[in-house]
């Protein structure tokens, strides 16, 4: 049973930073793609970031692109996402979700499996 949880989130100020991470069990991770999106209130689910392990590939939002870097640890079997000079704008719940497939996608239909979310707020 694939299970996916996410931690870090919290409270930051504008520019600030958060890692968050995406703990991963009941699949390995060089067969799935893994993705982040985020839900604001009263917005539609967005793609944030994805990785491919198996292709070595990553994939950004041109709005979190140059400011956010995600990463799969082999060790711990996560993904984290690492969020630099956070912006108002970026506050939303954070979900990753797991893909059957090494391809990534932009799309939330394309994933099976989410995690319950970690809130983001950045605010002054």
């Known amino acids: 049973q694939v299970q996916l949880v996410e931690s870090g989130g919290g409270l930051v100020q504008p520019g600030g930073s958060l890692r968050l991470s995406c703990a991963a069990s009941?699949?390995?991770?060089?067969?799935?793609?893994i993705g982040w999106f985020r839900q604001a209130p009263g917005k539609e689910r967005e793609g944030v970031s994805c990785i491919s392990s198996r292709l070595g590939t990553t994939y950004y939002a041109d709005s979190v692109k140059g400011r956010f870097t995600i990463s799969r640890d082999k060790t711990k079997n996560t993904v984290d996402l690492q969020m630099n000079d956070l912006k108002p704008e970026d506050t939303a719940v954070y979900y990753c979700a797991s893909r059957s497939y090494y391809y990534c996608s932009e799309s939330g239909v394309d994933y099976a499996n989410w995690g319950q979310g970690t809130q983001v707020t950045v605010s002054s």
């Open positions: 009941g699949l390995t991770l060089d067969y799935y793609a």
